[in-house]
């Protein structure tokens, strides 16, 4: 995906948000925490791989990678999510 100024500024999150995971419930960010490596600039493409490190009971933890298509690092996230009640 190319970076365009439109977007980025659409990525801007205000409101927490609900969403169903691939395991079907409905879950809920419960932190996150980005390490930025290196800057991006407008054009570059970005690739995105995460790995879902654990599950247990209704929590997960995840590792995200963010690099550029020539495999240059750009940034890392950490993030864990709680599946709400059902």
Do not use: C, K, W
Not at 2 to 31: E, K
Not at 43 to 70: K, M, Q
Request: hydrophobic share 30%; proline share 5%.
């Amino acid at each position: 995906m190319q970076g365009r100024t439109p977007y980025l500024r659409s990525m801007q999150v205000r409101r927490p948000s609900l969403h169903r995971d691939s395991y079907g419930p409905v879950t809920v960010a419960r932190s996150g925490q980005v390490t930025f490596l290196r800057p991006a600039v407008l054009g570059d493409e970005l690739v995105a791989r995460a790995t879902e490190r654990g599950r247990f009971g209704r929590n997960g933890i995840y590792d995200v990678t963010v690099s550029r298509t020539d495999g240059v690092v750009i940034a890392e996230f950490r993030g864990q999510r709680r599946q709400t009640q059902t």
